[in-house]
């Protein structure tokens, strides 16, 4: 499989530690390079269950040596949970997503993170689903779909739905063939 692709994984405080570590686990699993980015200064973030994972870099280092282009990553995944809101008091996600899809590269939002994207203004007039509990704050929001994708942006109702959307985004980034050998391996 290809090694090649890299995705950025932002991790804030209170992410929901599924909604991660699943679609994570899959992109590697399928070859893609995945650099889990902390929004904070630190390198361990706690997820809203207690796990704590070890970020490989904090986001504000990789734009020091990047800039906030962030050539040679693929894909931006927003995993969701109540970090989505230090996500979004952070301001960096919402300015990278813009970045990402203004340069057709995907940007993948599942759960609450979705409010990223909607901060980004990247929501209008698009297909998307997000988690119930934020259908208020984002009113065209679908709730039959298990994954969305419109154009560069792939997003996902949560927990419930991560493998799909890990797929989804193996899809995305290499071909259905590679989704289809790592769902065989997980026997999804």
């Not at 893609?32 to 980015?37: D, F, N, R, S, Y």
């Not at 993170?113 to 203004?121: F, I, R």
């Not at 419109?150 to 109702?157: F, P, V």
């Amino acid at each position: 499989m290809n090694s090649k692709k890299r995705v950025l994984c932002l991790l804030a405080p209170g992410f929901e530690e599924i909604e991660a570590i699943t679609p994570v686990d899959l992109l590697r699993r399928a070859g893609v390079e995945v650099t889990l980015a902390a929004v904070e200064d630190a390198s361990l973030v706690t997820g809203r269950n207690g796990l704590t994972l070890k970020a490989d870099a904090t986001l504000d280092a990789i734009l020091s040596i990047r800039g906030e282009a962030l050539e040679g990553y693929d894909l931006l995944l927003l995993p969701g949970g109540p970090g989505v809101e230090n996500l979004r008091r952070h301001g960096a996600a919402a300015r990278l997503a813009r970045t990402f899809i203004g340069s057709s590269r995907p940007v993948a939002a599942i759960c609450a993170a979705p409010l990223v994207l909607a901060d980004a203004g990247l929501l209008e007039g698009r297909r998307f689903t997000a988690h119930f509990s934020v259908h208020n704050a984002l009113p065209g929001a679908l709730g039959d779909e298990r994954v969305v994708e419109e154009g560069d942006l792939i997003t996902s109702r949560g927990a419930g739905t991560a493998l799909d959307f890990g797929l989804a985004l193996i899809t995305r980034l290499l071909g259905s063939e590679a989704a289809e050998e790592v769902a065989a391996s997980v026997m999804a």
